[in-house]
């Protein structure tokens, strides 16, 4: 009798388990948040009448992936090459003032459509959490950049950036840029929604997470995270990301020692004034995970978008990189 009661009661909890994480699934999602115009108010003024034309490599998986590349300028020789990972929502056009600064100081830019976003296979989802640095890496043996190659990466392409430079595939590149980089919602650069960039959908990360652990990845095209876009851009823009797409595009979630296992030189730029991040703590951030030695530079007057497109934030940028490629050349 007893053990009818145990198994009786053990039964009601898990149907009310499985009852809870199918309405979180299902009612649990993000809502759209109101746009951010200091996101999107930057790039009126950009000039794209130079924009490079796509280009497309084949990832193992058969899908034509596009990028951008910009030569160096006046046909010189190359100093080396600089693989640009957009932000959150983005694409590579998005990366092409940065493109064309690094162009114009002698590399070779290289502007990506991350997968998920821009005409890189459908916006907003990937098959599984790995597949964008599956890619990155089929993108470096295809199109095999001329060294020193740096990896520079903004916002959430700086936190993926990251990821990569903490992995496995930290070999692929020579150095490592983190520009206002996503780390983690732990860390004490985080400001609440990204400071009303994204709205978050607790109730599914939640759920699509404990599922995750014990193995069930079947819902992880389910949308977590809406972006505050404007109506004009969204056919440009990815306005959603599904669980899959937001968990592979950030740091591992351990981002403290994915920061103490990057074992090539790197930095962090990032803009005083950013609206999304807590700029004046991105040191504190490393120095906790133990590495003081990766230096962080703020640029003063500096927004989270401007940090891509203002003309003393580009000139920044160049100048880390040289340094970086300093460092890598000893």
């Known amino acids: 009798m007893k053990l009818r009661t145990a198994t009786l009661a053990v039964s009601a909890i898990l149907s009310v388990v499985l009852v809870a994480l199918a309405a979180a699934l299902a009612a649990g999602g993000p809502t759209r948040p109101k746009p951010m115009l200091s996101l999107s108010d ?59 600064r690094f162009a114009h100081a002698g590399f070779t830019a290289y502007a990506l459509d991350m997968r998920g976003h821009g005409a890189s296979g459908p916006r907003g989802d990937i098959a599984y959490i790995g597949q964008l640095d599956d890619d990155l890496e089929d993108f470096v043996s295809t199109v095999q950049p001329a060294g020193p190659k740096t990896l520079v990466g903004f916002s959430s392409g700086g936190g993926f950036a990251l990821r990569v430079a903490g992995g496995a595939r930290q070999a692929l590149f020579d150095n490592y840029l983190f520009m206002a980089p996503y780390t983690n919602r732990r860390a004490p650069t985080f400001r609440p929604d990204a400071g009303g960039w994204v709205s978050v959908g607790v109730p599914r990360v939640i759920a699509l997470t404990l599922l995750n ?118």
Not at 82 to 92: D, E, F, T
Not at 250 to 257: F, G, M, S
């Open 42 to 100: 930057p790039f009126k003024d950009v000039d794209f009448s130079a924009l490079a034309a796509p280009a497309h490599y084949a990832a193992r998986d058969g899908a034509q992936l596009t990028y951008r590349r910009y030569p160096p300028a006046g046909g010189l020789p190359s100093r080396g090459s600089v693989i640009l990972v957009h932000g959150s929502s983005a694409n590579s056009q998005s990366m092409h003032p940065l493109a064309q």
């Open 213 to 330: 652990r014990i193995g069930i990845t079947a819902f992880n095209h389910l949308p977590v995270l809406a972006f505050a876009i404007n109506d004009a851009p969204r056919a440009e823009l990815t306005p959603s990301y599904s669980y899959a797409l937001a968990t592979n595009f950030q740091p591992y979630e351990d981002y403290q020692r994915n920061i103490r296992e990057i074992h090539k030189p790197a930095a962090v730029l990032a803009g005083q004034d950013d609206e999304v991040f807590v700029a004046a703590r991105f040191a504190q951030v490393f120095t906790d995970a133990g590495r003081p030695d990766i230096p962080v530079t703020l640029v003063p007057g500096t927004g989270h978008i401007m940090l891509t497109v203002s003309p003393a934030a580009r000139a920044a940028a160049v100048q880390a990189v040289e340094r970086l490629d300093g460092l890598a050349g000893r």
